[in-house]
C-alpha cells in the first residue's frame, strides 16, 4: 500500500465508532435482550448501555453492570457473568426457543441458561 492510501485508511478507521468496527457477527446474541423462563418465572434483562436486572422469580434481584462476552469459539454463543461475587452467570445461544410454560407460546430466536445461588436456570431471550 502506498503511504498516501495507508494514512487515508488509517484516518478512516480512527473515525468509524469503535462499536460499528466490532460489531458482533448478526447470528451473535447481543444486547439489548429481554430473557426469562418458568417454574420459578424470573426475569433477566441486558439493554444496550451496559446494565443488567436479574429477578429470581422469589423476589431477589440483582442490577450490575455487565459486559457481553462472545465465544472465542463459536459466533453462536455469548456469556456474561456480573452482580456481588459474579454471582449471576448466564450464556445465551443462538437457538431457537419455545417457552411453553408461561402464560402464551414465544418462539424467541435465544435460548439461555442463568446460573444463580446454587441454581440452573433455563429459558429463552429475545431483542429488547
Known amino acids: 500500500m502506498r503511504p498516501a492510501a495507508a494514512i487515508l485508511a488509517a484516518g478512516i478507521a480512527l473515525l468509524v465508532p469503535a ?4 460489531a458482533p457477527p448478526p447470528e ?5 435482550l429481554s430473557c426469562g423462563g418458568s417454574e420459578p418465572f424470573w426475569s433477566l434483562t441486558l439493554d ?10 422469589n423476589g431477589r434481584e440483582v442490577a450490575a453492570r455487565y459486559t457481553l462476552q462472545q465465544s472465542r469459539n463459536t459466533t453462536l454463543m455469548a456469556g456474561t457473568t456480573f452482580g456481588p461475587g ?3 452467570r448466564a ?3 443462538n437457538n431457537s426457543c419455545v417457552e411453553s410454560m408461561s402464560d402464551e407460546d414465544t418462539d424467541d430466536p435465544y435460548e439461555i441458561a442463568v ?9 429463552c431471550c429475545n431483542p429488547a
Open 19 to 22: 462499536a460499528i468496527r466490532a
Open 28 to 32: 451473535t446474541p447481543a444486547a439489548p
Open 48 to 57: 444496550a448501555q451496559g446494565n443488567a436486572r436479574f429477578s429470581d422469580g
Open 86 to 88: 459474579d454471582s449471576v
Open 91 to 93: 450464556v445465551i445461544t
Open 115 to 123: 446460573f444463580y445461588d446454587g441454581t440452573l436456570l433455563s429459558g
